[in-house]
């Protein structure tokens, strides 16, 4: 998979794209993520501006599509996927990412200011993804949350598929507790069942678990 970023602050990407889990799937090239600064394609002036005030008034600014029309028709190829961060976007979701992880190419589009010319909603973006009912200052750190959730649906990039199977939200259930050493901690011991070696306990065990946390926590999973 090749996952492209267009925005106007990269950098803030840099240590997260190439730390943990996602270096390691660069490294074995089970992912391409690939950062690009918007300005680089604006080219109406020798200051490459990207925004300019929005017809009819109001506070802000809105991107200019011209630059992101150059971005997008410089990155994509037959398969690209185009997806825009927006708060009124699809929210982001288990079978959303799921969905995303299966294409070869998504171009992200990080939103600034006001957000960018309706144009290029209309024409080139195939989707609009929400990662919540609130704002941030720009769309790039909304394209880090929803990069995270999308490569851990990348064929290889966890290591080991079971990890997905016990996540949150993997089958409409939180996920169960987890305990390590020591076996007693500040007087506070391990379940006897998860020592028991009896797996499939455990496994009961774990499941009644991952229902109740839901029940108390997200009831509203259980409805859906």
């Not at 602050?9 to 390691?24: D, K, T």
């Not at 290029?120 to 195939?126: F, S, W």
């Not at 598929?161 to 305990?179: C, E, I, K, T, V």
Request: glycine share 6%; aromatic share 8%.
């Amino acid at each position: 998979m090749i996952i492209d970023l267009i925005s106007l602050f990269p950098e803030m990407l840099q240590g997260f794209l190439h730390s943990s889990i996602l270096a390691r799937a660069q490294k074995y090239q089970f992912l391409q993520l690939r950062t690009h600064n918007l300005r680089h394609w604006a080219t109406d002036d020798k200051h490459r501006r990207v925004d300019d005030r929005p017809f009819g008034g109001g506070a802000g600014m809105v991107l200019r599509p011209q630059p992101i029309v150059n971005a997008i028709q410089s990155l994509r190829r037959e398969q690209s996927y185009v997806v825009y961060l927006s708060p009124d976007g699809v929210p982001l979701s288990t079978s959303v990412a799921k969905d995303l992880a299966t294409r070869e190419h998504i171009i992200f589009l990080s939103g600034h200011y006001e957000g960018i010319d309706q144009r290029i909603r209309d024409k080139y973006v195939h989707m609009e993804l929400s990662i919540g009912d609130y704002i941030l200052t720009n769309g790039t750190l909304a394209a880090a949350v929803a990069i995270d959730v999308i490569c851990r649906y990348v064929p290889g990039v966890l290591g080991n598929d079971d990890s997905l199977r016990q996540d949150s939200f993997s089958d409409g259930l939180l996920a169960h507790p987890q305990y390590t050493q020591p076996r007693v901690f500040e007087a506070m011991a391990v379940p006897e069942v998860l020592l028991s070696g009896d797996h499939g306990a455990i496994q009961r065990w774990r499941q009644e678990q991952r229902r109740t946390r839901t029940e108390k926590l997200r009831p509203d999973l259980l409805e859906e």
